[in-house]
């Protein structure tokens, strides 16, 4: 019976992390969006809260070791409780495409949000410390709780190369709209 209790325990704990993010979210998004609150403002605030929270499920709750057909060729080690893969061997496995994807919306979201202060540099800036953040945070939480998470360098290339497409996709097809919005 004690066995049972601390397992559940256990296993509720490592939701925390995703819970304490997701709640961070949604405050950092209504008080964003009260600060000049319009229709346009409510869809973009409102879809990028329900996006960065499915994000943040997906990259920080616990989930099992991922095994690609690349993997076998995969040079990692082990820090504590995290696989590290250190040398990017899998930019053509579908979870390396499914990364990219991931991360499309935050590119658009990134000139939507911030088009009048960025230029391309700061864009692949951002980039990558999007994909170091991912992966930074799966590493401190399998470190800290296990959450049986691969941090793979290949993830921050991907999730990288996703947001600059998405910032190239908002550059070339939203920002000729922006300008008559509550954005602009």
Same mark, same amino acid.
């Given at each position: 019976?004690?066995?049972?209790?601390?397992?559940?325990?256990?296993?509720?704990?490592? $939701?925390? /992390?995703?819970?304490? &993010?997701?709640?961070?979210?949604?405050?950092? #998004?209504?008080?964003?969006?009260?600060?000049? /609150?319009?229709?346009?403002?409510?869809?973009?605030?409102?879809?990028?809260?329900?996006?960065?929270? #499915?994000?943040?499920?997906?990259?920080?709750? /616990?989930?099992?070791?991922?095994?690609?057909?690349?993997?076998?060729?995969?040079? $990692?080690? $082990?820090?504590?409780?995290?696989?590290?893969? $250190?040398?990017?061997?899998? &930019?053509?496995?579908?979870?390396?495409?499914?990364?990219?994807?991931?991360?499309? /919306?935050?590119?658009?979201?990134?000139?939507? &949000?911030?088009?009048?202060?960025?230029?391309?540099?700061?864009?692949?800036? #951002?980039?990558?410390?999007?994909?170091?953040?991912?992966?930074?945070?799966?590493?401190?939480?399998?470190?800290?709780?296990?959450?049986?998470?691969?941090?793979?360098?290949?993830?921050?290339?991907?999730?990288?190369?996703?947001?600059?497409?998405?910032?190239?996709?908002?550059? #070339?097809?939203?920002?000729?709209?922006?300008?008559?919005?509550?954005?602009?």
């Amino acid at each position: 019976e004690f066995r049972r209790v601390l397992f559940r325990s256990m296993f509720i704990i490592k $939701y925390i /992390p995703f819970l304490g &993010l997701a709640l961070i979210i949604l405050i950092g #998004c209504l008080i964003a969006y009260e600060r000049r /609150p319009s229709l346009d403002r409510a869809i973009v605030f409102g879809s990028l809260a329900v996006y960065l929270v #499915c994000v943040a499920w997906l990259l920080f709750t /616990p989930g099992q070791y991922f095994f690609d057909p690349y993997a076998y060729y995969a040079r $990692y080690f $082990y820090w504590h409780h995290a696989k590290i893969i $250190y040398y990017p061997s899998a &930019l053509r496995s579908m979870g390396s495409y499914m990364n990219i994807v991931m991360t499309i /919306p935050a590119g658009v979201y990134l000139g939507i &949000l911030f088009h009048r202060h960025l230029n391309w540099l700061t864009v692949i800036l #951002c980039a990558g410390l999007v994909g170091i953040f991912n992966e930074g945070n799966q590493l401190i939480l399998d470190m800290i709780i296990n959450i049986q998470r691969t941090v793979d360098i290949t993830d921050v290339l991907t999730n990288a190369a996703g947001v600059v497409i998405g910032y190239l996709a908002f550059y #070339c097809l939203v920002r000729p709209w922006l300008k008559n919005t509550s954005f602009a």
